[in-house]
């Protein structure tokens, strides 16, 4: 036993040592932080990218990278991405990555405010020209808006050429993909010096950034990328729900599904399951339009038109309160995103498609409900008015009656005599049955 304690003492001072040793060269083997993006640039987007960033700084780790392909998105999602990168202590690459990858509109600004601009082989980056909502109108709006789009078109350059300035890259180049919409291969990119290099893969983009420098508060820093760790950080389950559901198409159809689960509720009260699902489908979509550019006054179009197919409900209108709701539904299902970015508006398709259905689905069930409310009641006490009966006694201010197999007590307006036919005209208090003499000629 004495030898033994000793040999099992040191074998386990050895295994915490190599598990120190290990644990000190993982902790010091540099690292860079990477994030993929395959989507419009969304303010779900810019969230994720700028919170990865900032733990990228706190962590104080060699670089952020970030692997972009996409058509472009919000302006102010990207200016948040860009003052994120811009704010960065560590150095940020931006990887227009894989072939046939694309850094487009919000995506090319984005590459030029990064420290190192890189581009896979069979990739482009361009056309940042701001898109403006459709023209229309007189002279005179027409003017305006002219006006309006060089005001922006004027303001989009000045900040691609402060970009490209700021990191040593051609301005002139900047200004022409936000004025004419240039896109520029990769190759081109490289000639034109818009980009740093090309890389064909990761291992590939980490050789060649080996070494190169960088500037920070006015010094010149180095790069060393040799035996660094890629860490690819994804979105977590609510970002990743948020940026699906952010969606202006998904978004606007779990609207329209949440006021159609509601409005079938408030038409057949009891039913629970069409309620249940569209209070859960609106709360989602309220959700998603906190990163939407939601015009209120298009929502409230929506709001208008549930509101006029509840009165038709009620108020007799022959149908000219669903034809309003209908009017209502579709101009503010076609106003209720505002943005001049075509990524995130709502597909005209989707509107004309889910309009219909939803028009047809509410005709449908008013038709049904104004049909229940307008004919006769068949059971329970409202369904013995009408009916026929005869007089046991004989009735003037009280008496007795034989209805429905049951004797009932009863009284009338007018005479009658026993054994006369009559007519049910209501209950009354105290189930006294009000009735009066049968119209033979009717029954």
């Known amino acids: 036993m004495k030898k033994i304690f000793p040999t099992i003492f040191l074998g386990g001072f050895l295994l915490l040592c190599a598990t120190g040793v290990f644990s000190i060269e993982e902790k010091t083997s540099p690292v860079i932080r990477m994030v993929r993006v395959a989507d419009v640039i969304s303010p779900t987007i810019a969230d994720f990218i700028v919170k990865e960033l900032e733990k990228a700084n706190a962590a104080d780790l060699r670089a952020f990278l970030i692997e972009l392909d996409t058509p472009g998105g919000l302006d102010t999602a990207m200016r948040t991405i860009i003052q994120g990168i811009l704010g960065s202590r560590i150095p940020v690459i931006v990887y227009v990555y894989p072939s046939g990858?694309?850094?487009?509109?919000?995506?090319?600004?984005?590459?030029?405010?990064?420290?190192?601009?890189?581009?896979?082989?069979?990739?482009?980056?361009?056309?940042?020209?701001?898109?403006?909502?459709?023209?229309?109108?007189?002279?005179?709006?027409?003017?305006?808006?002219?006006?309006?789009?060089?005001?922006?078109?004027?303001?989009?350059?000045?900040?691609?050429?402060?970009?490209?300035?700021?990191?040593?890259?051609?301005?002139?180049?900047?200004?022409?993909?936000?004025?004419?919409?240039?896109?520029?291969?990769?190759?081109?990119?490289?000639?034109?010096?818009?980009?740093?290099?090309?890389?064909?893969?990761?291992?590939?983009?980490?050789?060649?950034?080996?070494?190169?420098?960088?500037?920070?508060?006015?010094?010149?820093?180095?790069?060393?990328?040799?035996?660094?760790?890629?860490?690819?950080?994804?979105?977590?389950?609510?970002?990743?729900?948020?940026?699906?559901?952010?969606?202006?198409?998904?978004?606007?159809?779990?609207?329209?599904?949440?006021?159609?689960?509601?409005?079938?509720?408030?038409?057949?009260?009891?039913?629970?399951?069409?309620?249940?699902?569209?209070?859960?489908?609106?709360?989602?979509?309220?959700?998603?339009?906190?990163?939407?550019?939601?015009?209120?006054?298009?929502?409230?179009?929506?709001?208008?038109?549930?509101?006029?197919?509840?009165?038709?409900?009620?108020?007799?209108?022959?149908?000219?309160?669903?034809?309003?709701?209908?009017?209502?539904?579709?101009?503010?299902?076609?106003?209720?995103?505002?943005?001049?970015?075509?990524?995130?508006?709502?597909?005209?398709?989707?509107?004309?498609?889910?309009v219909a259905a939803a028009s047809c689905l509410i005709i449908l069930v008013l038709f049904f409900v104004v049909r229940t409310q307008r004919g006769r009641f068949f059971s329970g006490y409202e369904g013995m008015v009408g009916e026929l009966g005869e007089a046991v006694t004989a009735i003037d201010r009280k008496g007795r009656v034989f209805v429905h197999g049951e004797y009932w007590d009863s009284f009338s307006a007018e005479p009658i005599s026993a054994g006369e036919t009559v007519e049910v005209v209501r209950l009354g208090e105290n189930l006294r049955m009000e009735v009066k003499k049968a119209d033979r000629e009717k029954h």
């Not at 079938?264 to 489908?281: N, Y």
């Open 101 to 354: 990858a694309r850094a487009a509109s919000a995506g090319a600004l984005i590459t030029l405010a990064s420290d190192f601009a890189v581009m896979a082989p069979g990739t482009n980056i361009g056309a940042a020209t701001p898109v403006s909502i459709g023209v229309g109108g007189g002279e005179e709006e027409t003017d305006k808006k002219s006006d309006m789009k060089k005001k922006v078109i004027e303001d989009a350059s000045a900040y691609a050429r402060s970009l490209a300035e700021q990191r040593g890259r051609n301005t002139d180049w900047a200004e022409r993909i936000v004025r004419e919409a240039t896109s520029t291969s990769a190759e081109e990119a490289l000639k034109v010096e818009v980009i740093d290099f090309i890389a064909e893969d990761e291992q590939a983009l980490l050789q060649k950034l080996d070494g190169r420098s960088y500037v920070r508060k006015g010094e010149k820093k180095l790069l060393q990328t040799d035996g660094v760790v890629l860490e690819q950080v994804e979105m977590g389950w609510r970002q990743e729900i948020l940026n699906t559901i952010s969606n202006p198409n998904i978004a606007y159809l779990l609207m329209m599904l949440g006021i159609l689960g509601i409005f079938f509720e408030i038409s057949q009260p009891g039913v629970i399951f069409p309620g249940a699902i569209g209070a859960l489908a609106l709360l989602l979509a309220f959700f998603a339009f906190q990163t939407l550019p939601v015009n209120w006054v298009g929502a409230l179009l929506i709001l208008l038109a549930f509101i006029l197919f509840l009165l038709e409900i009620a108020v007799p209108s022959f149908g000219m309160l669903t034809v309003g709701g209908i009017i209502s539904l579709t101009l503010g299902s076609m106003m209720l995103i505002e943005t001049s970015e075509p990524y995130m508006q709502i597909s005209r398709a989707v509107i004309a498609g889910t």
